[in-house]
Structures are given as structure tokens and as C-alpha cells.
């Protein structure tokens, strides 16, 4: 079993920034994909972006290519996501999630390949 944990969330202006922080735990051993999701109240879990840590390649959904980056601290076991340009529609409860997914399925940014998945974080963006 893997556990996450995120952090980081918060509450911010339109053009402001936060960096989210996913720290894993457990069998991490086996992972080699990890990403982030976002989802808001009565939508679907959408894909924001994908690390696979096999060789350091990522994935981004187009709506957030240019402003956020998701990079990882192996050292530390830790995932991350630079928020940065923030949009109100941003605002949405971002997840973490991990699996041994091999990077055909990690690039595609979706939810149901992802067995491992951490509480959430709030991230709340105003105009």
C-alpha cells in the first residue's frame, strides 16, 4: 500500500500562485507514475498532470500547459505542482495519485488507471 498526503492548498487572487506538495509513503517502490487531479463539485475527477518517474517525463491537460509544473523530489518521496497564473476556474479540490502505471498509460492523465489516492487539497482562486 502507498499512502499520500497532500498540501499546500489555499486561497488565492486571480494572477497569484501556490505550490502544492503530495508526500508518498508506504511500498513507493513499485510506483512509477504519480499525478495530479482536480475535481469540483458534481463534475468528473479531471487530469492536471502526470510525472513518470521512469524517466522524468511529463504530461499536462492543455488548460493548464504554461503555468503549472509538476515536478518530484525523489530524495524526499514528494511530488509537487507549481501553480502559477492562477484562474478562477482552477478553483477545485486537487488529488494525488500514484501507480505502477508504464508511461503509455501514465501520459494519459486518467483517473481510473490509479489504484493509490490521497484525501485532497483545497485550492480556492477569486477574481
Known amino acids: 500500500q502507498v499512502q499520500l498526503v497532500e498540501s499546500g492548498g489555499g486561497s488565492v487572487q486571480a494572477g497569484g500562485s501556490l505550490r502544492l506538495s503530495c508526500a508518498a509513503s508506504g511500498y513507493t517502490g513499485s510506483i512509477r507514475c504519480m499525478g495530479w487531479f482536480r475535481q469540483i463539485p458534481g463534475k468528473e475527477r479531471e487530469g492536471v498532470a502526470t510525472?513518470?518517474?521512469?524517466?522524468?517525463?511529463?504530461a499536462y491537460a492543455d488548460s493548464v500547459k504554461g503555468r503549472f509544473t509538476i515536478s518530484r523530489d525523489n530524495a524526499k518521496n514528494t511530488l509537487y505542482l507549481q501553480m502559477n497564473s492562477l484562474k478562477p476556474e482552477d478553483t477545485a479540490m486537487y488529488y494525488c495519485?500514484?501507480?505502477?502505471?508504464?508511461?503509455?498509460?501514465?501520459?494519459?492523465?486518467?483517473?481510473?488507471?490509479?489504484?493509490?489516492w490521497g484525501q485532497g487539497t483545497q485550492v480556492t482562486v477569486s477574481s
Open positions: 495519485a500514484a501507480d505502477t502505471l508504464r508511461w503509455a498509460l501514465c501520459g494519459n492523465l486518467y483517473e481510473g488507471d490509479y489504484r493509490n
Open positions: 510525472f513518470y518517474t521512469g524517466g522524468g517525463t511529463t
